[in-house]
């Protein structure tokens, strides 16, 4: 299995802009569909953005559509979240999370894998 670390989080104003990054190590890093969930107090992960193992596919919450994009460089086995135009809303800590095999649209948390220790984002309105 993939160890995953993440990084980039912070404390952001409203409208500002955050990337997250997500290191994986241990395993075949291309042979994993590549997710991001996130957890606010008090409620359940939910899905936030997935990208196929090549990168030639994406897929995002509609909370987050049109501000979120996701990207990975599997020479460097890393995949990053460029977070635009931030909302409160969009406070929590961010997990990175990998599931291996091949591309399909996969928002339950149970179905991946591995996850990564997490980083907060809080964003002040």
């Known amino acids: 299995q993939v160890q995953l670390v993440e990084s980039g989080g912070g404390l952001v104003q409203a409208g500002d802009s955050l990337r997250l990054s997500c290191a994986g190590s241990g395993g075949t890093f291309s042979m994993y569909t590549m997710g991001w969930f996130r957890q606010a107090p008090g409620k359940e992960r939910e899905f936030v953005a997935a990208i196929s193992r090549r990168g030639g596919i994406t897929y995002y919450a509609d909370s987050v559509k049109g501000r979120f994009t996701l990207s990975r460089d599997n020479a460097k086995n890393t995949v990053s979240l460029q977070m635009n135009s931030l909302k409160s809303e969009d406070t929590a800590v961010y997990y990175c999370?990998?599931?291996?095999?091949?591309?399909?649209?996969?928002?339950?948390?149970?179905?991946?894998?591995?996850w990564g220790q997490g980083t907060q984002v809080t964003v002040s309105s």
């Open positions: 999370a990998a599931r291996f095999g091949p591309w399909a649209i996969v928002l339950r948390p149970d179905e991946y894998g591995s």
